[in-house]
Each structure stands twice: as C-alpha cells, then as structure tokens.
C-alpha cells in the first residue's frame, strides 16, 4: 500500500496498516465498554426509601432515575409503598447524626457512597466522635465543596 504524505511516497505494507486499525478499534470497544466517553450526567436513583443500592424485589418499580443527586430535590414516585413514605429523608426533617449513623445511614447522603462511608466510620473510630462538621474535611476524599453540600444534612450531637 502506498501513502503519500507531505509529497512523499511511502510505501507501507498492508499488514501494518491493518494491524494499526484493529489496535485503534479495540482501544474504542474499551473506552466505549467502560464508560469513559459517557458524557450524561450519573443516573441516581431516587425513591422515599433511599438506599445505597437499588434492591432486586417487589419494590423495584419505586425506583426512578433522577439526574439530580440531591435528595431533598428528588421526587418520590407514586409506586413507593405507605410505609416507605413515612420514612424521613436527610434534608427533609432529619439530618443525619455522623457520630453514630450506620455505613447505610451515611450511604443516603449525596456524594457519600460506600468508599466514603467507611472511610467516615474509619476516621470515626479512630480520632473519637466528631466535634463538629468541619471536622469531615480530615476524611480522605470529603473536600471543601462536598462538605458545603452535606454540612445542611448532618449534626454531630
């Protein structure tokens, strides 16, 4: 196969070329598998019992898909159960004490996932109680923009 670049002929075997182009389409296959050139905003998933991960079950169509991850501007869908509705949602009535709250309990904050969780339980259990919200920017991956966001959602008594 020949190539001309810049007036310059090349002549490049087909093989190489080929190969080139099945390397190029294999990086595109992973990038597009793991999710690097999704560009929407992330899925949460909102219902008036917020957990950590949606449960397989009879529930599931409780379940809703929001863009927002901010729990106090999410909407409960009208499948959710009357038992489910009368439970309190951070940022609605109840803010969340992290000085005794469960990994689950802090898994319903926005932001906080299972990572950040434990690493709060970790900190907690290793310096004492909390003294006060602040005190969440000494946990790894809790930044000043995060801590902005929860500190309406937590107390520390």
């Given at each position: 196969m020949?190539?001309?670049?810049?007036g310059?002929?090349?002549?490049?075997?087909?093989?190489?070329?080929?190969?080139?182009?099945?390397?190029?389409?294999?990086?595109?296959?992973?990038?597009?598998t793991s999710g690097a050139l999704h560009r929407e905003a992330p899925v949460a998933y909102s219902s008036a019992n917020a957990s950590a991960?949606?449960?397989?079950g009879a529930n599931d169509s409780a379940l809703t898909p929001s863009a927002s991850p901010d729990p106090s501007k999410a909407q409960p869908t009208q499948n959710a159960s009357p038992s489910s509705q009368a439970?309190?949602?951070?940022?609605?009535?109840?803010?969340i004490n992290?000085?005794?709250?469960?990994?689950?309990?802090?898994?319903?904050?926005?932001?906080?996932?299972?990572?950040?969780?434990?690493?709060?339980i970790e900190y907690r259990d290793k310096h004492g109680p909390f003294k006060s919200a602040d005190e969440l920017l000494n946990v790894k991956g809790i930044g000043k923009?995060?801590?902005?966001?929860?500190?309406?959602?937590?107390?520390?008594?």
């Open positions: 020949e190539i001309k670049v810049r310059k002929n090349y002549n490049v075997p087909w093989e190489y070329v080929l190969a080139l182009f099945l390397v190029l389409l294999i990086l595109l296959i992973v990038l597009i991960a949606p449960s397989v439970t309190p949602q951070p940022g609605k009535s109840d803010k992290i000085n005794t709250a469960t990994m689950e309990e802090l898994m319903t904050l926005p932001y906080i996932g299972a990572v950040k969780a434990r690493a709060i923009k995060t801590l902005e966001k929860l500190k309406p959602l937590v107390t520390v008594e």
